[in-house]
């Protein structure tokens, strides 16, 4: 019996040896690295300034805190994501307004509009599994005149932009593509993550990409979201190492979810060989199971490119036709007995007591629950062979011929 796992993250001697590198630099806190790694992500995705953080969940509550959101105040989220996408919501004292989401995962642009409010401050798009949004109609509906009518700005950065920020959720689509743009130059926000089962590690880690437009500097805001991840220091350790350096000043009562050079070194490994190696590898692992699942008729799998997108190919999300949220189980405890790992990509958020108990019903959001209660995500990942994908789906097949339909 072959043995699957889901997602182990690719380590080899390279990345082995550019940390070895780092720890014998003798700087391996935010410095040169860091610094590095944003510079080379703002060149690969097309914008002009990147800041690297400590997780992908720390970028977007700093955004959400530097945009002004507060108490009172209402984000629109999908029902269909990982809890950290609501949760800064929360931590922000604002309203988190579910919408459920369409048949390819992401938000539902149809329900999305009849819940804006004149209390609306952001929308949080996310792209599920890699695949892009449906970027350009977000766009023009956050700028839609009836819609920027309803906008209350109270903050001076919400006067200056003057309608609801559109602030994208982009952990799983780090390299997709949108009408030949790339992911993180889609919205006027874009937060990555570089989690250990992510695309692009950094073992943990994330980073904010910055698109806002003018009137606004999107250098001076990397540099105001770089010191509140330090305390609201107004330096940090590298150039408090300068002669004469020592004196620093605390500008505001920051945070401390800076990214580390130890960190940076696996991501500008990764980054440099990403696009020529492991999107490539990864489109491979997708055509594979494609290509074996195809004879089932009840298997509903992933798309993954069409005509205007293309996914990072982060995670793939089968569905079972016709089963249900018992039936799923089952499937998932008898592959697991052959020894393969495979998950379920999400939760809806309203089925957790958390957002039950502030009064979510996750009988609002039908197409949400229906998605969730057929998916089964398969193990993806750089070192998978065509024997373990073969394995994974005789598993799956075996699995679901056991359910008594």
């Known amino acids: ?48 300034d990147v800041v690297c953080l400590g997780s992908a969940t720390a970028g977007m509550e700093l955004v959400l805190r530097w945009f002004g959101v507060k108490e009172g105040d209402e984000v629109i989220v999908p029902v269909y994501t990982y809890c950290a996408t609501a949760n800064v919501v929360l931590h922000c004292g604002a309203k988190v307004v579910f919408c459920d989401v369409g048949n390819d995962f992401n938000i539902d642009l149809t ?6 409010t004149e209390k609306t401050k952001v929308i949080m798009p996310v792209d599920i599994g890699g695949m892009p949004c449906d970027y350009n109609e977000l766009n023009e509906l956050v700028r839609r005149k009836d819609i920027t009518e309803k906008f209350n700005p109270i ?40 989690h250990a ?51 620093y000043d605390i500008l505001e009562p920051g945070y401390k979810c800076n990214m580390t050079d130890l960190q940076a070194a696996i991501g500008l490994i990764e980054l440099e060989r990403y696009e020529s190696d492991m999107l490539v590898k990864r489109r491979e692992i997708f055509e594979k199971y494609d290509s074996l699942l195809s004879k089932y008729e009840w298997a509903n799998t992933p798309v993954y490119e069409t005509e205007n997108k293309l996914s990072s190919f982060h995670i793939y999300m089968l569905r079972i036709n016709g089963v249900s949220e018992e039936q799923r189980d089952l499937m998932m405890n008898t592959i697991a007995e052959q020894q393969v790992a495979v998950n379920v990509h999400f939760q809806p958020l309203a089925l957790f007591t958390a957002y039950k108990n502030l009064g979510y019903s996750m009988d609002d959001y039908p197409i949400a629950f229906k998605q969730y209660s057929q998916e089964i995500t398969l193990p993806v990942f750089y070192d998978i062979s065509d024997e373990q994908i073969e394995a994974v789906v005789k598993a799956i097949a075996l699995a679901y011929d056991s359910l008594e339909l």
């Open 1 to 48: 019996m072959i043995k699957v796992p889901f997602a182990p993250p690719r380590m080899d001697k390279k990345i082995a040896d550019e940390v070895v590198a780092t720890l014998y630099s003798g700087w391996i806190t935010t410095g040169p690295r860091t610094q590095k790694l944003e510079k080379n992500l703002a060149e690969y995705i097309g914008v002009s």
């Open 111 to 116: 329900e999305l509009e009849s819940l804006i």
């Open 155 to 194: 903050s001076q950065e919400q006067k200056e932009l003057g309608r609801i920020l559109l602030l994208a959720d982009a952990a799983h689509s780090v390299g997709a593509r949108y009408y030949d743009k790339m992911s993180g130059s889609l919205a006027d926000v874009s937060t990555f993550s570089f």
């Open 197 to 247: 089962v992510k695309n692009l590690v950094t073992a943990e880690g994330g980073s904010v990409c910055l698109n806002l437009p003018v009137p606004f500097l999107n250098g001076d805001i990397a540099k105001s979201l770089k010191r509140n991840s330090l305390h609201g220091q107004s330096k940090d350790a590298l150039a408090k190492t300068k002669v004469g350096g020592w004196r």
